[in-house]
């Protein structure tokens, strides 16, 4: 079946506007992640979806990032009013469960540049 | 604090050569690691875990708790090794993982 996937993969805005970004993730994958690359950087953390409800959200930067899943399927992470600092690559993964056997896929990410 | 270091952000040996790529760690449990790898123009993928103490496509690794390391290790490199390689660490009950920084293998012809 298909992996995950995002969109868009590209996203190029202007300081101060809003951007969503998309994840599908595996279909029957009930944990979700998002995670960001910022240039030189490992992959942070941001949030994490269990179902619908998400139980980590310590890897949110600020109140202007926010995500929301709708049941086991889609999520989007919205990021208001953009600042140049949050220029990264977002990639989203999905796994079948929190147990240490789930492996975690990863999508091909969203690169957002914020001019 | 949860920490992982990759202190080489570039490797680079020819065909034939060992490779190890160093991977160090802080955690206050008792930690479970991985290594991915990311291929030129591919998805971030899981290359291998510590617990199920594999050998994927003639790489080990060996987790290290009184040295917290986790290196990555293989005694023969091959061209198509070139890659990003990441080290990861479980970061609790959710399973969100913590990354290093990369280390970028390049193998020569």
């Known amino acids: 079946g298909a992996g995950v996937s995002q969109s868009p993969s590209n996203k190029v805005t202007e300081k101060g506007k809003d951007v969503e970004l998309r994840c599908d993730p595996i279909?029957?994958?009930?944990?979700l992640y998002w995670y960001r690359q910022r240039l030189g950087q490992g992959l942070e953390f941001l949030i994490y979806?269990?179902?619908?409800?998400?139980?980590?959200k310590s890897g949110l930067p600020s109140d202007r990032f926010s995500a929301e899943r709708t049941g086991e399927s889609v999520s989007t992470l919205t990021i208001q009013r953009t600042q140049q600092e949050d220029s990264a690559v977002y990639l989203c993964?999905?796994?079948?469960?929190?147990?240490?056997?789930?492996?975690?896929?990863f999508g091909p990410g969203t690169r957002l540049t914020v001019l | 604090a949860q920490r992982v270091t990759q202190p080489e952000k570039l490797l680079s040996v020819f065909k034939g050569a060992p490779v190890e790529l160093k991977c160090n760690y802080s955690?206050?449990?008792?930690?479970?690691l991985f290594w991915y790898v990311q291929y030129s123009r591919q998805r971030l993928q899981l290359l291998l875990r510590?617990?199920s103490r594999e050998s994927i496509k003639g790489f080990t690794a060996d987790l290290n708790k009184g040295e917290t390391s986790f290196h990555l290790k293989k005694p023969f490199a091959q061209e198509e090794d070139s890659a990003m390689y990441y080290c990861?660490?479980?970061?609790?009950?959710?399973?969100?993982?913590?990354f290093g920084t990369g280390t970028l293998l390049a193998v020569q012809p």
């Open positions: 955690y206050s449990g008792s930690p479970e």
């Open positions: 979806f269990q179902g619908n409800s998400a139980p980590d």
């Open positions: 279909s029957g994958h009930t944990a």
């Open positions: 510590h617990i």
């Open positions: 990861a660490l479980n970061g609790g009950a959710t399973n969100k993982l913590i």
């Open positions: 993964a999905s796994s079948a469960g929190t147990s240490l056997n789930n492996e975690q896929f």
